[in-house]
Each structure stands twice: as C-alpha cells, then as structure tokens.
Nanobody, 128 residues
C-alpha cells in the first residue's frame, strides 16, 4: 500500500506563488511516475504535471498541462520520497483541490500511466 500526503496549499493572490509537497510512505520503492491532478469547482480533474523516477527510467521525464507551462515546475527528491510542485504567477483559474498521484508502471510514456494511488488533496485558492 502506498500512502501519499499532500501539504502546502493555501490562499494566495493572483501573481503569487505556492509550493506543494507530497510525501510518500508505505510500499513506495516501486513507484515510478508521480504527479499532480487538480479539480476546480464544477470541472473534471486534470493532470497538471507529472515526473518519472530516474532510478526506473534512466532519465527524468516531465509532463505539464499547457496552461501551466512556464509557471509550474515539478521536481522530486528520492532521498525522502517526496515530490514538489512550485507554482508561480498563479491565476484565478489555478484554484482547485490538488491531488498527488503515483503509478508503479515502468517506462516514461505518460500515456500509459493511470495513477492508481491518490492522496486526499490540498486546497489552492487564488483570490484577490
């Protein structure tokens, strides 16, 4: 069982920054891809960013939602099994619950990850 715990959400003004963290525990050694989904009010969940495990894919691969490219950066620390999402120049439309996700499947083709492991989410609110 893999347990994912998010932190770092909060209220921020437009143009501001936040950093989300996701710590893993349990059977985390087999985890490859990890990422962040978000769900805005009344909208479907969407994958914001994802990153592979360099110990499983030889090099780190990342993927971003077009709407956040250049503003968000996903990183991971395998020393403490944690991923981060640095969010800058936040916009009203970035508001939502951000969920940490993980997948054990190998490779670096993001089309084949289904992220069976989910955290409980952390709220990000962008408001003036």
């Amino acid at each position: 069982q893999v347990v994912l715990v998010e932190s770092g959400g909060g209220l921020v003004q437009p143009g501001g920054s936040l950093r989300l963290s996701c710590a893993t525990s349990g059977s985390a050694l087999n985890i490859n891809a990890m990422g962040w989904y978000r769900q805005a009010p009344g909208a479907q969940r969407e994958l914001v960013a994802a990153i592979t495990n360099p110990s499983r894919t030889q090099q780190v691969a990342t993927k971003y939602l077009d709407a956040v490219k250049g503003r968000f950066t996903i990183t991971r620390s395998d020393a403490n099994n944690t991923i981060y999402l640095q969010m800058s120049d936040l916009k009203f439309e970035d508001t939502g619950v951000y969920f940490c996700v993980a997948d054990w499947r190998g490779g670096a083709d993001f089309r084949y990850f289904t992220y069976p492991y989910w955290g409980r989410g952390t709220q990000v609110t962008v408001s003036s």
